[in-house]
């Protein structure tokens, strides 16, 4: 990254509604400013009635990508020109390039979580999971689970079961894949499912800042010291999620490597430039222990 922005410099944008709360313009510019590279990221508030003109506007302004975030994962699909072939199957997407005016729609999310998940590869090779969450990232997360560790079965559950059983659906009808088990959130009935999961997956966004004392389970019984445990949100590190799982001796990984490992598969789409994990890894670490969360 150069200090500053020259007529040639190559613009990579982010859309979302609202984005206040988002990593990704301080985790793509570090990385710009460690391989120092001539492009900058930059951030777009945009209003749902303003998404086409935006991409338009990001188009005749020769930027040559943008990430996606909520609530247009979905949303903008209409307005892509090509679609990979698991944002086909996900139905959503977080990364798309331009190229002489033709938009592709990726989702790296998806790298993300089975880059987090690679190490446990073999403890996690066909066991039966659980997902809390039926959005965009609930997808990525059964899309990543069912090609890289043949679950014997997922349960889904969800506040609305509804949005749950358009998922199972979605996943039969594309992948073939038969197992997925969706359950309402009502919590006694799951403890014994719950703890028969070799893994459990928060892709729910409660618990995240600011509701820090909120949590899709209530307690550590939930859990045991054998399983595993992913909470998505990065913000806090320790979701009350996470707390009671270390409680009860799981393994807990929260979302910033998902996070640094999606941003690192945009990036490489965008640059074709190898992206900086370890430092990057390294910076950000130091960057949030300083701040708040
Ligand atoms: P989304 O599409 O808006 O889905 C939100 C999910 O949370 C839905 O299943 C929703 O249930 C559920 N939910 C929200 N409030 C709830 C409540 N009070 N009680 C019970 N369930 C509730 O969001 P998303 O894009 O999937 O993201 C979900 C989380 O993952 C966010 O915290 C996001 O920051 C995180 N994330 C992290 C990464 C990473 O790189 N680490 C990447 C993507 C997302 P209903 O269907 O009932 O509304």
Redesign the pocket.
């Known amino acids: 990254m150069q200090d500053f922005l020259r007529l040639k410099t190559n613009l990579i944008g982010l859309i979302g509604h609202p984005i206040k709360?988002t990593y990704s313009p301080l985790i793509h510019n570090l990385a710009i400013k460690i391989k120092n590279l001539d492009y900058y990221y930059l951030p777009f508030d945009v209003e749902s009635i303003n998404l086409k003109r935006a991409i338009d506007g990001l188009i005749a302004l020769n930027f040559i990508g943008f990430n996606v975030?909520?609530?247009y994962?979905s949303k903008v699909l209409p307005l892509i020109n090509y679609l990979s072939e698991e944002a086909l199957v996900i139905g959503a997407i977080?990364t798309v390039t331009i190229n002489e005016g033709n938009l592709s729609g990726y989702n790296t999310?998806v790298f993300?979580v089975v880059e987090t998940l690679i190490n446990y590869k073999s403890d996690l090779i066909e066991k039966e999971f659980t997902v809390?969450?039926?959005?965009?990232?609930?997808?990525?997360v059964i899309y990543a689970l069912i090609k890289n560790f043949k679950p014997t079965k997922i349960y889904l559950i969800?506040?609305?079961e509804d949005?749950?059983l358009v998922i199972k659906e979605s996943f039969r009808e594309k992948l073939k894949f038969n197992s997925i088990e969706v359950l309402n959130?009502v919590l006694p009935d799951l403890v014994e499912i719950i703890q028969s999961s070799k893994l459990v997956v928060n892709?729910?966004?409660?618990g995240?800042y600011p509701e820090v004392d909120?949590s899709?389970i209530n307690s550590e019984k939930f859990f045991n010291k054998d399983q595993i445990i992913f909470d998505?949100?990065?913000?806090p590190q320790e979701t009350k999620f996470l707390e009671y799982a270390k409680r009860s001796g799981a393994t807990t990984i929260n979302?910033?490597d998902?996070?640094i490992y999606?941003a690192a598969k945009s990036f490489e789409l965008w640059t074709s430039e190898e992206f900086p994990i370890s430092e990057v890894k390294q910076e950000l670490g130091k960057i949030l222990r300083d701040s708040y969360y």
Not at 132 to 140: D, P
Not at 232 to 235: G, K, Q, S, T, V
């Open positions: 709360q975030t909520i609530p994962k977080n999310d993300g809390f969450g039926a959005g965009g990232s609930a997808r990525a969800n506040r609305t949005r749950a959130l892709a729910t966004s409660v995240m909120d899709v998505l949100i990065y913000n979302g910033l998902m996070l999606q």
